[in-house]
């Protein structure tokens, strides 16, 4: 299994330069949580959001236009010579959700060092309901180790095929001040709790514009 990035983003970029039609399409409305939530994501950052389908990482990158996007994704998803070569084309970074290994914790830390953006599905499955499932905690130890803040985000969910994309933007989380100089397992587990909570506020965001 070849699961490393190219060393490019030329195919990244051409169906992004390609996909202007979807833009359209979609229409993405975008509500932020503050004024903070409105500025631009400079640097190495997480962006997490709920995970309702196969869709999301799609509706992710409308939301969120102007950077590229490294997404966390399963293993199972770089089986076969196609899909390997799909996924690192789109700099996807592989993890193996039930031993999930140093090196992938050395791969994300390394492209958030460099200064670029993580997203992930941090409830690890996809969940039909509206509401969020419990957060796992390996994102929290992600932006500690790299420094980096965490970004919530929340997909509305579409009433029909054709309805317009909505999504939530949270401000950037500190994890390190969160943390408080306490890096043990109890904190990071606050701290994904914390996350959690900050993604129903957006919830009640959306709800509040009727979305």
């Not at 770089?78 to 899909?83: A, I, K, N, V, Y």
């Not at 929340?154 to 949270?170: A, D, F, Q």
């Amino acid at each position: 299994m070849n699961d490393r990035a190219p060393d490019n983003y030329l195919v990244y970029d051409f169906v992004r330069a390609t996909a202007l039609p979807g833009l359209l399409w979609f229409r993405p409305r975008r509500l932020y949580a503050d004024q903070e939530a409105r500025k631009r994501i400079r640097g190495g950052a997480i962006v997490i959001a709920n995970h309702m389908g196969h869709f999301d990482p799609v509706y992710l990158m409308m939301a969120i236009w102007y950077r590229r996007h490294h997404f966390v994704c399963t293993k199972e998803f770089f089986e076969g010579r196609f899909s390997s070569w799909l996924f690192s084309r789109f700099h996807c970074i592989p993890i193996d959700r039930d031993n999930f290994s140093m090196e992938s914790l050395r791969r994300i830390t390394d492209e958030l060092r460099a200064g670029r953006l993580v997203s992930l599905f941090p409830e690890g499955r996809i969940t039909a309901s509206s509401d969020v499932a419990p957060f796992k905690s390996g994102m929290v130890l992600m932006a500690m180790k790299s420094e980096t803040p965490i970004v919530p985000v929340y997909i509305c969910p579409r009433k029909h095929w054709y309805s317009r994309l909505t999504v939530c933007i949270g401000r950037p989380l500190d994890v390190i001040a969160e943390m408080g100089g306490r890096p043990s397992l109890a904190k990071m587990n606050e701290v994904a709790a914390l996350l959690e909570e900050k993604e129903r506020e957006l919830i009640a965001l959306a709800e509040q514009a009727g979305r």
